[in-house]
């Protein structure tokens, strides 16, 4: 059986103020696969903002598809092309503290095809409405990828919010 | 003040606070402005799902949970 391991390749947290975005720069291509786990809360007026994510700094080339579940209901559809929609993430009308919880996993992030992504990010809010996001991305990019940003659509990142990456090394 | 982001060189572990170039500024202000649109036709389609389906409720002289009786 394939084992496949993890290595904290680095993680930070955004502090008072906020931030627009994290980037993470610099990354080796020496791994088989990528995952970030992705802490998410939006500063400003924001209402379950989507949170996004790019790769390379660029903003073309990209599709995505969801599944969006509220507890009562469910939809489905697509996210734009200038980033991948992650999903819904916890905004400031939603309960203080709280932050939406995302995993998500880049296959073969070094080769040369284009990039697929998956997704799943669950919103917390302590009231009725709450969603569960699950998405398929594509980047129509067959550069490796040396870079990601994390975002949340229009606001900054509230403090607090943690972006953590992982390389999978398979044997 | 303008908006930074934070950069984590997963090289050296350096980790930056950089702010926006006028085209992130840019690109962010038209990432909104596209998710505010697909939100606001979002919530016009559930509208107008909700009153079809009120509408049909009542032609039918029955309410949401004897609907949902019927098709259990």
Aim: glycine share 8%.
């Amino acid at each position: 059986m394939a084992l496949n391991t993890y290595s904290l390749i680095a993680t930070t947290t955004v502090g008072s103020g906020g931030q627009a975005a994290i980037d993470f720069t610099a990354i080796s291509g020496s791994y088989t696969d990528l995952a970030i786990y992705f802490s998410a809360r939006g500063v400003a007026t924001s209402d379950f903002p989507a949170a996004g994510m790019r790769f390379n700094s660029s903003s073309t080339s990209y599709s995505s598809r969801y599944l969006l579940g509220s507890g009562s209901s469910a939809t489905s559809g697509s996210g734009g092309s200038t980033y991948i929609r992650l999903g819904n993430a916890d905004g400031s009308v939603q309960t203080g503290s709280t932050f939406a919880s995302t995993f998500i996993y880049i296959p073969n992030y070094a080769g040369s095809t284009n990039k697929s992504v998956s997704v799943d990010m669950v919103s917390e809010n302590n009231a009725t409405a709450a969603y569960a996001n699950l998405s398929a991305g594509l980047w129509s990019n067959t550069a490796a990828i040396t870079s990601i940003s994390l975002f949340i659509d229009g606001v900054n990142l509230a403090e607090h919010s943690t972006a953590t990456l992982y390389g999978i090394s398979k044997s | 003040m303008a908006d930074t982001k934070i950069i984590v060189n997963c090289e050296t572990g350096e980790v930056t606070e950089l702010e926006l170039t006028a085209e992130e500024v840019a690109q962010r202000e038209a990432d909104a402005a596209a998710f505010a649109a697909a939100k606001a036709e979002e919530e016009a389609a559930k509208a107008e799902q909700a009153a079809t389906k009120a509408s049909v409720l009542a032609r039918l002289g029955i309410t949401e949970d004897e609907a949902k009786a019927l098709l259990s």
